[in-house]
């Protein structure tokens, strides 16, 4: 056999071993993949959310660890304005808050804007307060978005995801009659909408959280959480 044959052989084989024993690659899973999907089902229906950890990591791994502890399960939308925007994320059945982990650094200025769909952090006066609270946008809400470092109010607030599917859901939801009950004076859907569990795509279902995590001392405590309701434009009185 001439050597530039043996040559070529000995270069085949090795390359053709290689091809069988190489496993094929396998589809990114949820948890890898850049926009890791969360499904929060609720008794009004399911919603799908998409999350945008490349945008607001802090904001969407808060939410993904909340998810995966089981935090969700059995807290309610406490808030809901048509119109405006649906809230929750803390509060028991009985409106009782739950005990979060510590507050994570707004990511308000990531260029997201609080436009119809999105999810983003809910928070108190203070930008840096947001913990397991988030709303819905029901409409564009550009004057929540970021405009500087100046105040609480420049800040605006963290979008961190966007409804894939489920936003008819969340507008049944804003269309409930709404009433004053334990320590809020309106808003509160009528009936509570519940979530009844929450998951990230690809993952099991976590177990409901543990009872032992006694809640906060009292709901007066707790900050109120959450854009505040737009003020009704005035008309002038007619002659």
């Given amino acids: 056999m ?14 053709a071993l290689a091809a069988q024993t190489a496993k094929p690659a396998s589809a990114p899973s949820p948890e890898t993949s850049a926009h890791p999907q969360v499904v929060l089902h609720t008794s009004q229906g399911e919603i799908t ?3 945008y950890p490349d945008k607001a990591p802090k904001s969407a791994a ?5 998810v995966r502890d089981g935090f969700y399960n059995g807290t309610v939308f406490h808030r809901a304005i048509p119109g405006y925007l649906v809230q929750g994320g803390l509060y028991t059945r009985d409106l009782q808050p739950k005990r979060t982990r510590s507050a994570i650094p707004s990511e308000a200025d990531n260029g997201l804007p609080n436009v119809r769909g999105t999810i983003a952090v809910a928070r108190g006066a203070d930008p840096n307060s947001g913990t397991a609270q988030f709303f819905f946008n029901l409409v564009d809400n550009r004057r929540l978005d970021y405009v500087g470092n100046q105040s609480g109010l420049t800040w605006g607030y963290a979008v961190f995801g966007k409804v894939l599917k489920g936003m008819d859901v969340i507008d049944k939801i804003a269309a409930l009659p709404t009433r004053g009950l334990g320590p809020f004076a309106g808003d509160v859907p009528n009936p ?5 569990g929450a998951n990230v795509v690809g993952e099991e279902a976590p177990a409901a959280a543990s009872s032992s995590k006694a809640p906060l001392p009292a709901a007066s405590n707790v900050p109120a959480v959450a854009p505040t309701k737009p003020a009704k434009k005035r008309t002038k009185a007619k002659d």
Wanted: no cysteine; proline share 7%.
């Fill in 62 to 66: 808060n939410f993904l660890q909340y």
């Fill in 2 to 15: 001439p050597r530039f044959s043996l040559a070529l052989l000995l270069l085949i084989v090795p390359i």
């Fill in 192 to 196: 509570l909408i519940v979530v009844d």
């Fill in 49 to 51: 959310l998409e999350l």
